[in-house]
């Protein structure tokens, strides 16, 4: 059999290769969203994604016979180090054929990279960190994934096991399909409402106050968050990229704060199933991809509750339960019946 080699890659032609490969590997599965490439390809670039303002990146690539047969990242996370006072690598972006030599050479030279860099361990997948896409796909596979959640093949578990991986968390996620409100929730929400001393409005759609509601999103994030497993602390720039990214998705009325006595005190994102509609676009926004994206923008009746959080002398009061009513109210009088709550941590019990 040919040689595999692995190829360090920096070179934007590469990378566009790089992001290009799962396009192959899915090309018969009809569960696979793909990404945009051009994002893709941005995403990659110093000078466009601020974690690299912090962190190391090192893009790999398998080849065979001149053909594309694996790729995987490895990279170092300084937040997370600081944070959490460790020294963990971490790989993202696995895709390969189904061969256990090329991912062992695939994470051999990604544990290498990070060994050089004085990590003693590396957990995966992360695209890049927790506040990105992020785990493997375990359970699920008939079903496509809703936005920023995973998709793989059902054998990429063994190929990961098989290098001497251990599971560090699993990951849950929580789906429902109604077309009319629950009574018993809509009782407990006026109860808690009332009982609580609490509001929950949606975010501003003007922009000045627009901007006002995002920062009071992101210190509640900072504070409600920074006791999870796995939390990275953002940086403003790495905010402000996260929230330039996600505006043309969200839609305002799916996200929410609470407030007590006009104190802000915990916030719900949802976000419509943009999966939808890329997996029409097939990667590309020319010459169709806009024209796409206009019509079945208004057919998406999917949302996922991306993340919630709530300040911690807050917690375990029901509000959470307000958020659950408000996002299935609001998302129902807009003609969504289906959501997905993730992900959720195993040992994550109250949720």
């Known amino acids: 059999m040919s040689e595999i080699k692995i190829k360090k890659i920096k070179k934007k032609s590469d990378i ?24 893709q390809v941005k995403f990659f670039q110093p000078t466009k994604n601020p974690y690299f303002d912090h962190s190391e990146v090192q893009l790999f690539l398998a080849e065979r016979d001149d053909q594309l047969v ?39 030279r990604a544990s290498d990279w990070l060994r050089e860099r004085r990590c003693d361990t590396i957990r995966g997948p992360m695209n890049l960190s927790v506040n990105d896409e992020c785990g493997l796909l375990v359970k699920g596979f008939s079903t496509p994934p809703f936005i920023m959640m995973p998709h793989n093949h059902t054998y990429y578990e063994k190929l990961i096991l098989d290098q001497g991986f251990n599971k560090s968390k699993d990951l849950y996620a929580y789906h429902m399909v109604s077309d009319k409100m629950s009574e018993r929730l809509q009782r407990f929400a006026d109860l808690i409402a009332r009982k609580e001393e609490i509001r929950i409005r949606s975010l501003s759609s003007k922009r000045r106050e627009l901007k006002s509601d995002l920062e009071t999103i992101f210190t509640l994030y900072r ?5 999870n497993w796995g939390f990275v602390p953002m940086t403003n720039k790495e905010f402000d990229h996260l929230v330039a990214s996600l505006l043309p998705v969200v839609d305002p009325d799916l996200v929410f704060i609470a407030f007590y006595r006009e104190k802000p005190v915990g916030f719900s994102v949802g976000l419509p199933d943009y999966n939808i509609i890329l997996r029409k676009m097939n990667g590309r926004i020319l010459p169709f991809g806009l024209f796409k994206m206009l019509y079945y923008k208004n057919k998406i009746r999917r949302l996922r509750v991306l993340v919630m959080g709530l300040l911690k002398e807050y917690q375990r009061k029901g509000i959470d339960g307000l958020f659950y009513y408000h ?25």
Not at 19 to 36: A, G, H, I, M, Q
Not at 81 to 104: L, S, T, Y
């Open 16 to 39: 566009k290769r790089f992001v290009r490969l799962p396009f192959s590997l899915y090309r018969d599965d009809p569960c696979w969203v793909p990404p945009l490439i051009s994002d």
């Open 70 to 108: 694996g790729r995987i990242t490895a990279h170092t996370n300084k937040q997370h180090n600081v944070f959490h006072e460790d020294r963990v690598g971490f790989f993202g972006f696995f895709e390969a054929i189904d061969d256990p030599e090329v991912a062992r050479l695939l994470f051999d």
């Open 223 to 227: 504070s409600a968050w920074e006791r």
């Open 327 to 351: 996002t299935m109210k609001h998302g129902q009088e807009k003609g969504y019946n289906e959501g997905e709550f993730s992900w959720v941590l195993e040992d994550n019990i109250e949720m």
